[in-house]
């Protein structure tokens, strides 16, 4: 396997605002063995004047949606886009092993090359539950919802059931494998066939990309990658302002899911347990309006 690690993110204009710059500043800090860096998203010009304005990544390669979906896959909501990007992200990942970064994903520790690849395969992170859990019924209708459109049954992915992480690798090969079998199944274009009509407020649990990766892995091609519980030391998911207040924000990786955190806040407890991390949010300049990017 290259020493090295091709990374991408997608990046919706919204999206365009400060905390992808602070997830930006933590992966050129944090992120192992850097390969490329490619960031797709609907507006380049945008990204690319936010990119010059404050000095980040000058070597990514920016790309547009358009590039990497077609005109039918363009008139799907944004979140079905950004999904069919990352199932095609080995078209612009040229490493044995990539991985994608959440634009509001926060690399808080350094990331070790050994916490992404194991035995010369990505790892594959799942996310524990503690029953009852809202939560975890609604992935695991999930994980029965794409191994229906897999057409396998889903005994060992459903020891796991929640994939959904915002940084995730995945094993090139395999990708290709899996987008082999999802057009000889469904056709020349197989996401407009599976996602067409589906609305992102009702259908959420019908498809999910990282879903849909561990369960061909798991189930169809019966791979054996290292599973490894996310949860803790490694990742912590914030939904809420009171999720917030409640965490310690002392793991590797954080996924600040609302867009509207304080960021002095954040960054006011990552001075108690991660001085460094905090250094980060703070070289980040909080004057996002966004509406000069966009």
């Given at each position: 396997m290259?020493?090295?690690?091709d990374?991408?993110m997608?990046?919706?204009?919204r999206?365009?605002?400060?905390?992808?710059?602070?997830?930006?500043?933590?992966y050129?800090?944090?992120?192992?063995?850097k390969?490329?860096?490619t960031?797709?998203?609907?507006?380049p010009?945008?990204?690319?004047a936010?990119?010059?304005e404050k000095?980040?990544v000058?070597?990514?390669?920016?790309?547009?949606?358009?590039d990497?979906?077609?005109?039918?896959?363009?008139?799907?909501?944004?979140?079905?886009?950004q999904?069919?990007?990352?199932?095609r992200?080995?078209?612009?990942?040229?490493?044995?092993?990539?991985c994608?970064?959440?634009a509001d994903?926060?690399?808080?520790?350094?990331?070790?090359?050994?916490?992404l690849?194991?035995q010369?395969?990505?790892?594959?992170?799942?996310?524990?539950?503690?029953?009852?859990d809202?939560?975890?019924?609604?992935?695991?209708?999930?994980?029965?919802?794409?191994?229906k459109?897999?057409?396998?049954?889903?005994?060992r992915?459903l020891?796991y059931?929640?994939?959904?992480?915002d940084?995730?690798?995945?094993k090139?090969?395999?990708?290709?494998?899996?987008?082999?079998?999802?057009?000889?199944?469904?056709?020349a274009?197989?996401?407009v066939?599976?996602?067409?009509g589906?609305?992102?407020?009702?259908?959420?649990?019908r498809?999910?990309?990282?879903?849909?990766?561990?369960?061909?892995?798991?189930?169809?091609?019966?791979?054996?990658?290292t599973?490894?519980?996310?949860?803790?030391?490694?990742?912590?998911?914030?939904?809420?302002?009171?999720?917030?207040?409640?965490s310690?924000?002392?793991?590797?990786?954080v996924h600040?899911?609302?867009k509207?955190?304080?960021?002095?806040a954040i960054?006011?407890?990552?001075?108690?347990?991660?001085?460094?991390?905090?250094?980060?949010?703070?070289?980040?300049?909080?004057?996002d309006?966004?509406e000069?990017?966009r």
């Amino acid at each position: 396997m290259s020493s090295s690690l091709d990374a991408f993110m997608c990046v919706h204009s919204r999206d365009i605002a400060y905390f992808l710059e602070a997830s930006l500043r933590s992966y050129q800090q944090h992120f192992p063995s850097k390969g490329n860096l490619t960031l797709v998203t609907d507006n380049p010009s945008a990204l690319k004047a936010f990119l010059n304005e404050k000095d980040l990544v000058p070597n990514a390669f920016v790309t547009g949606d358009n590039d990497w979906l077609s005109t039918r896959e363009l008139r799907l909501p944004g979140w079905f886009r950004q999904q069919i990007i990352k199932l095609r992200a080995f078209e612009f990942c040229q490493t044995d092993t990539f991985c994608n970064l959440g634009a509001d994903t926060l690399l808080l520790r350094p990331i070790e090359t050994t916490d992404l690849v194991d035995q010369g395969q990505p790892v594959l992170y799942y996310s524990s539950h503690t029953l009852p859990d809202p939560h975890y019924l609604f992935e695991k209708k999930r994980v029965r919802n794409v191994a229906k459109i897999l057409d396998v049954a889903p005994l060992r992915s459903l020891r796991y059931v929640d994939f959904i992480n915002d940084f995730f690798c995945f094993k090139r090969e395999w990708l290709i494998a899996l987008n082999d079998v999802i057009v000889s199944k469904y056709g020349a274009e197989p996401y407009v066939k599976l996602l067409e009509g589906f609305s992102v407020s009702k259908d959420q649990t019908r498809f999910g990309e990282w879903t849909l990766y561990s369960v061909f892995i798991l189930d169809v091609m019966k791979q054996s990658p290292t599973v490894r519980d996310a949860r803790g030391a490694y990742l912590t998911q914030i939904h809420s302002r009171l999720g917030l207040a409640l965490s310690t924000l002392d793991s590797k990786i954080v996924h600040l899911v609302a867009k509207s955190f304080d960021p002095d806040a954040i960054r006011q407890k990552l001075m108690k347990v991660n001085p460094a991390a905090a250094q980060i949010i703070s070289a980040t300049t909080w004057t996002d309006t966004g509406e000069s990017y966009r």
